[in-house]
């Protein structure tokens, strides 16, 4: 009873923490949504702002070509109150821009959080659906199904095998036509076949190349020639 009830108390609690999760989850994304809003009308204002600046410095540029230093001046100041208000929103876009990279952060640790927790319960299911014990028991169960497959088919081809004796047909077609069990000879050739004359079987005479003999003649009468001249 106290496993049963400290096993409900562990699902209890990680339901109350899924859900906690959840809320914060959905938070997160109206937060986020909520800060993009912002940043779009800041950037809205910055592009005004920047378009004021520009205005402003044309108008004291004018007031100053026609000599109204009044106008002027009165033009330079707004131009630099306009460039603080733009400093301040780059300053305001940045610290938009980093919270909004922190929440998109968080609510993908969150989801992958989730998505790991969601994992190892199904393992945790998974796994206690089996057990060493049980697999060993199934791989033993069917190792002994596999044996007693072998041994039927080894009966059943057993039982189908001819009973008649080998040396019975043997003898059986020995006795066929009266006829030996002796393998028949080979066909008498016909008397009508033309006889093939035989091959010689001693190796046929080198002839001799007459070329070296009518060179050494050459050479001799050359010599001879030589000879004659030396005289």
């Known amino acids: 009873m106290m496993l049963i009830a400290g096993f409900k108390r562990l699902l ?41 600046i520009k205005q402003a410095a044309e ?10 230093v009044a106008a002027c001046k009165f033009h330079l100041k707004h131009k630099r109150m306009l460039l603080s208000e733009q400093t301040n929103l780059h300053g305001q876009m940045l610290n938009i821009t980093q919270s909004i990279q922190a ?20 393992l945790s299911n998974v796994h206690a659906q089996s057990s060493l014990d049980g697999i060993d028991d199934i791989a033993d169960d069917f190792q002994d199904a596999c044996e007693t497959g072998n041994e039927h088919s080894e009966l059943l081809a057993n039982c189908m095998t001819n009973p008649c004796d080998d040396d019975e047909i043997t003898e059986e077609m020995n006795s066929l036509g009266g006829s030996s069990s002796a393998p028949p000879s080979a066909p008498a050739v016909p008397a009508d076949v033309v006889h093939m004359p035989v091959a010689p079987s001693t190796a046929l005479p080198v002839i001799s190349d007459p070329q070296p003999t009518q060179a050494a003649e050459n050479s001799k009468n050359i010599e001879d020639l030589e000879q004659l001249m030396l005289a």
């Open 12 to 52: 209890r609690r990680d339901r109350d923490n899924e859900s906690k999760s959840t809320d914060f989850r959905s938070q997160g994304i109206q937060q986020l949504q909520s800060n993009r809003e912002i940043l779009k009308g800041l950037e809205k204002r910055l592009c005004l702002v920047s378009q004021r």
């Open 103 to 122: 929440l998109e952060q968080s609510l993908m640790t969150c989801e992958t959080m989730q998505c790991l927790r969601g994992s190892t319960g199904a």
């Open 59 to 68: 108008k004291a540029l004018h007031e100053k070509k026609v000599g109204n």
